[in-house]
């Protein structure tokens, strides 16, 4: 238990650490420095920690149940591959964090830059330890997305910018491709654990889908690790912070391809197209990068094409697959994370201290920084594989594999050539790196003057070069045992034991290697004079760029062809978008109805009141009159609207629905005075205009005509036979024959709303209280148009004196409605439960209450009295309505379950008493506050139409008062002159 | 009652749509405002129609449900009725800042090119 409670806090640790981070001041470098390095540590210690759990049993589970039904748990899950690798990734990350600490002295933004490096790492290390595939793809797309972040840090640089959007591109598409390639595997084996899917190999490669999932399975691998053809987002990523790169590059993020290539190769590999596609890939992505690196000029460009060109060696490895190869690969993974690293904060350092990257000015820098130049030529002669150092080691071992024979396919026999080739180029560019910039003349022409660094900026690469040389001595001592348990962990545990030998003997690999060894230096020395001079690329080569194709697929797809397709299908004009909507349904409506709807054979018909008619007709008449005025007569329109709205209140009352009714009245009432505060900044429109009576218009009023009446007397009839079929029992009875005994209440609709149902109300008022929020925010960037400032005629026909008595005699009746309102609001609340009202109802009167003081005087008047604060009540009708929905967890129930219970007060007698009610207070709030702050917003825009009058006045008055005071001054000036 | 009823919310999508399809916007939230009448109306008389018989209950006691009006319709039209006013609220404001920066009540923001 204990040990899947510190698995847990490894896995969450970095995130938790990186939100504190968050909270620091912008200028507390050194203490998030501090708590990034810490907590990297601490990672470090637990791993340590595990160790000896991990040789002897194998491996360590934790488990917390997520979403049990779809089979998706937390699960993590650590072995001695795993453990090797985030022992490697916590590490390099502690170095990098020390590294960044001086190498970004004096920036802005660091807590930002250490909180996302930690989230990286707790991504990174997501990946590496979920025990679960889904999660783990998860854990994958967190790292592309905070990668985007970490490359994109410095986003005032278009370069950085584009670089990040293109690796967040290609990785998160990769990702996408991953996640269906987990779900088929998922789906294959029939569990998304990942120790099952490992140990079901043979089910997946039987599997019909088995060519698909491989597919977009290598997808996601390959854009994670920049094989090719998707190798380019790498260079471009460049433009990261130099640690950034050094992370990423290095141990991490491109390292999570070779990962999952390795770790997956039981489930998906020893089959011949795994073998084509992952050690052919891996061959070409290991000499193109190799090709490319030479030619570089960028330090870090050069460093980019030959981290590709390593993780094409790795990924050659993984495909050539069996016991040696794969703990070659994991061997490689450390040592090219190991002297990567280290060579990109060389190059970092060498850019800090003179103030270019570019090899064609930098020269001679052992004479000026020789112990910076020493380390960087010890891991930069580890990347060639020289002996006795890490990387000849791994790279023996995968020239071994690649004389070794395995299928005898072409590419098998074609492997040891390839072989060469990539390591023959990786010598010549490794070459190039240490000739140009360590030897040679002195350079003077360089930005800076340079000197050695800070010591501390040094000391992580002193680490990592010591590691190199030591590992290279001493292979069996140090990495040897671990390496072993990780291959055991990738392929089982009946996996021989390898050895890793300095010596062994006069045989092919070493052969090989001097063969590279000899040509590479070849190649540099016949290249040396021409390449600085040449293009960044291999001669004809260098015309096709990868990601100039990559950006003009781009623009084709996100930008032209969209365009393409929506001029020709799409509009931006409204009405036709809404006549095709309109028209959809009633096609959708009559397809799905053709020969489905039924009339009843018994009609269950109420007999027809000729009230009732005579009150539709007044209705109807309503309708048609708001459609036909609201053009040229929008109060008028407004009146009717108001009309019909009465009308279906009746409706409501006499059908028995008087909930409906007590809302829809209330709601009127607001509806119209928002409307009404709306008319003041619409146009005027007293003539016709000229085009409506143009033929077109005609036509495409008729039209419209025509498709309303079509819809209009299909919903008719719909409802028609709908309302007289026979009645079905429904959840409604069900709700009748409960409300009292499980929701305490009689009036079952507010039971409903409140109890049975609360959830669904939680939902509403949340959407009640965004629209508010919208409207108040959408309000306070609005400015009315020119001609809605100006005084409104009515108010300029009338003078002050008739203003002050305006309406007199009603606004002291509105001012004086104010307590009884809020009465009956408190009436309509209390009696909700049982009888018409509650919370909703109650809500919209007590805004009415607020409305009628700002109509019966001004908004300045009422709000030097009374403070509203619409936003704390919405505030507070949230919370209260949450809370209560919590309350219910205390004891044991689920969220939103009420408890109801008749309480007797002294005087008012019994009084329901449920937590349905604090609910309700929730939703009263919410509404209330909701209404009034979309009413105020609206109608604090007069406010400030009147402000910018004044304004205006106010600068032509000072603007006359200046022309006086010059013409003044100027016939001073003439009287003097005369 | 029930053709009066449909007849009523045939009348009242008509103008509603009619309205929707014009090209003010005082005339599309007009429509808005009846199409939400119709709608709402339709899905209140998808329970029964009761006439003088409210979903209210005695305290306790057994109840037949085929004596109350179905209250299930009534309490998605109540939510309903609250929502649709925000949205006309939204839409009002949509309606003025638009009205603001284009100096039009056209709902394309401009006038119909000739």
Known sequence: MAEQNLLSILAFLPFVASLALLSLSHNAHRAAAWVSGLTLAAGVAILLGFRQTIATHGSLRGNIEWVPSLGLDITLRLDGFSWLFTLLVLCIGILVVIYARYYMEGQDR???????????????????????????????ELTSIISFLLIGFWHQSGAARDGARTALMITALGGLCLLVAMLIVGNIVGSYDLETVLASGDLIRQSD???????????????????????????????????????????????????????????????????????????????????????????????????????????????????????????????????????????????????????????????????????????????????????????????????DWHNGTWLDNALPYLAVIGSTFSVAYSLRFIVTVFFGPTATDLPQTPHEPTPWMRRPVEMLVLLCVVIGILPALTLEPILNVAAQA??????????????????????????????????????????????????????????????????????????????????????????????????????????????????????????????????????????????????????????????????????????????????????????????????????????????????????????????????????????????????GDWFLGNAYYEGGGTNVVNVILVDFRAFDTFGEIGVLAIVGLTV????????????????????????????????????????????LLIMVSAYFFFRGHDLPGGGFA???????????????????????????????????????????????????????????????????????????????????ALVMGATVLMLIAIAHQSLRASRLREQDEEDRAAKAKKAALAEEGAKAGMKETA | MEIILSAAIGILATSGIWLLLRPRSFQVIIGLCLLSYAVNLFIFSMGRLAPGRPPIMPKGGFVDPSNYADPLPQALVLTAIVISFATTALFLVVLIASRGMTGTDHVDGKERSQ
């Open chain 1, 209 to 403: 889908l088995y060519g698909a999932a491989l597919t977009l399975f290598l997808l996601g691998a390959f854009t994670k690790s920049a094989q090719f053809p998707f190798h380019f987002w790498l260079p471009g990523a460049m433009a990261a912070p130099t640690p950034v790169s050094a992370y990423l590059h290095s141990a991490t993020m491109v390292k999570a391809g070779v990962f999952l290539l390795v770790r997956f190769s039981p489930a998906f590999g020893g089959t011949e197209a795994w073998f084509y596609a992952v050690a052919g890939t891996g061959m070409i992505t290991m000499i193109v990068g190799a090709v490319i690196a030479l030619f570089r000029h960028d330090l870090k460009g050069l460093l980019a094409y030959s981290t590709i060109s390593h993780l094409g060696l790795i990924t050659a490895l993984a495909g050539i697959g069996g016991p040696m190869a794969i703990f070659a690969a994991i061997f490689h993974i450390c040592n090219h994370a190991i002297f990567k690293a280290s060579l990109f904060m060389t190059a970092g350092i060498i850019d800090h201290e003179t103030g270019t990257r570019d090899m064609r000015k930098l020269s001679g820098l052992i004479r000026v920084m020789p112990i910076t130049s020493v380390l960087a030529i010890t891991a930069a002669a580890s990347m060639a594989g020289m002996p006795l150092l890490n990387g000849f080691l791994s790279k023996e071992m995968f020239f071994a594999e690649a004389v």
């Open chain 1, 776 to 819: 108040y925010g959408l309000l306070r960037r609005f400015r009315p148009s020119a001609e809605s400032v100006e005084q409104p005629e009515q108010q300029k026909i009338t003078t002050q004196e008739h203003l002050t008595d305006y309406l007199y005699v009603p606004s002291v009746i509105m001012l004086w409605m104010f307590p």
């Open chain 1, 490 to 731: 990738v392929l089982g545990p009946n996996t021989p034991e390898a050895h890793i030998a300095i010596w062994h003997g006069v045989n092919a690999p070493l052969l090989l290697s001097v063969v590279a060894i000899v040509v590479g230096t070849f190649i540099f020395l016949t290249t040396a004079r021409t390449v600085p001079n040449g293009p960044e690329g291999p001669p004809l080569f260098h015309m096709i760029r990868a990601q100039k194709i990559y950006d003009w697929l781009q623009l084709q797809i996100s930008w032209r062809w969209p365009r393409s397709v929506f001029r020709r299908i799409g509009t931006e004009e409204l009405q036709p978008q809404l006549r095709i909507l309109v028209m959809a349904s009633v096609l959708f409506a009559t397809a799905a109805l053709w020969r489905n709807l039924h009339f009843a054979q018994d009609l269950r018909l109420n007999t027809p009141s000729p009230a009732f008619g005579l009150m539709w007709l007044v209705g109807a008449a309503c309708a048609i009159g708001a459609a036909w005025q609201a053009k040229y007569h929008r109060f008028a329109a407004l009146v009717l609207l108001g009309g019909a709205g009465l009308i279906t209140c009746l409706t409501f009352v006499w059908f028995a629905a008087p909930d409906l009714a007590v809302t829809q009245l209330l709601v009127e009432v607001v509806t119209t005075v928002l409307l009404l505060l709306g008319l003041r900044w619409l146009p005027k429109r007293r003539e016709e205009i000229v085009e409506d009576t143009l033929r077109p218009a005609k036509i495409r009023r008729f039209r419209d005509l025509v498709i309303a009446v079509i819809g209009g007397s299909g919903i008719a009839v719909i409802a028609y036979a709908l309302m007289t079929r026979p009645l079905v029992p429904n959840v």
């Open chain 1, 842 to 924: 109650a809500g919209v009167t007590m805004a009415i209450a607020f409305l009628l003081q700002y109509l019966a005087t001004n908004v300045r008047w009422v709000e030097a009295r009374i403070t509203v604060l619409p936003i704390r009540w919405m505030g507070f009708g949230l919370l209260m309505a949450a809370g209560t929905g919590i309350g219910a967890w205390i004891f044991g129930y689920p969220f939103l379950t009420a408890y109801a219970q008749y309480v007797n007060l002294p005087v008012i007698g019994q009084v329901p008493a449920a937590t349905a009610m604090l609910f309700d207070v929730g939703v009263f």
């Open chain 1, 110 to 140: 660091m807590p930002r830059f250490f909180a996302l490096l930690l989230a990286f790492t707790g991504a990174m290390q997501g990946i590496l330890i979920s025990g679960n595939i889904l999660i783990m793809v998860v854990f994958w």
